[in-house]
């Protein structure tokens, strides 16, 4: 699978790694400009590493649920388009603004994901992909409520942490429930589990469905 444009392999460590062009945010080595994109600590760097079609590109429309503190959103901003980043904790939301003012394409904003109403003023339609990656109950219902902002082809890429979703369950359980409940307003292209990088997560490439 080719990477988006603006994504690259460096040597760091002896090996071939994934990496960006930007300020470093995290810590992480860099090498000249570019800078280690380190999917330990990133699972859409996870879904990169482990050759997901996930259909980025660079100069994409993005919008970022579950910023957190800018450490992957970061890295989709040095090569995507304009980039929203969501996040509803305030202090995480510090550290993104932080983050964002070396990148001119990285809006931060200070919303709960699950809400999109209070920010649909802000976040343009037909973005190009929706990254999910919010550790809460009730995700798939979040892909379904932002799903108005997506193009009729773009594409979802959503981290699912089965942990967040029901610790009563086992994660396989909790996966093909949350499948199911996707299905109603997405096509599945891709699943994977994160596990060489992340515990008990899975990642999911989906699609619009038509209304």
Partial sequence: MSLPDGVERR???????????????????????WRLWDAGRSKL??????????????GDAVLYLGAASGT??????????????????????????????????????????????????????????????????GQARVAARNRRFLRPDGRLLAS???RSED?????????????DDLREGYEILETT????YHDDHLAVVARPRDE
């Fill in 11 to 33: 040597r760091f460590d002896g090996r071939e790694r994934l990496a960006t062009r930007g300020d470093p945010v995290y810590g992480e080595p860099t090498d000249g400009s």
């Fill in 45 to 58: 760097g996870a879904m990169l590493e482990l050759g997901l079609d996930t259909g980025l590109a660079g």
């Fill in 72 to 137: 992957t959103v970061s890295h989709v901003a040095d090569f995507a388009g304009p980039t929203y980043a969501v996040e509803f904790a305030p202090r995480p939301a510090r550290d993104l603004v932080d983050v964002a003012a070396t990148r001119p394409r990285l809006f931060p904003l200070l919303k709960d994901a699950r809400r999109p109403e209070t920010y649909a003023h802000v976040v343009e339609s037909d973005l190009d992909v929706l990254v999910q990656d919010v550790a809460t109950r």
């Fill in 160 to 162: 699912i942490k089965a």
């Fill in 167 to 179: 610790v009563t369950e086992t994660p396989e359980d909790v996966f093909e429930a949350v499948l």
């Fill in 193 to 196: 589990g994160l596990d060489r």
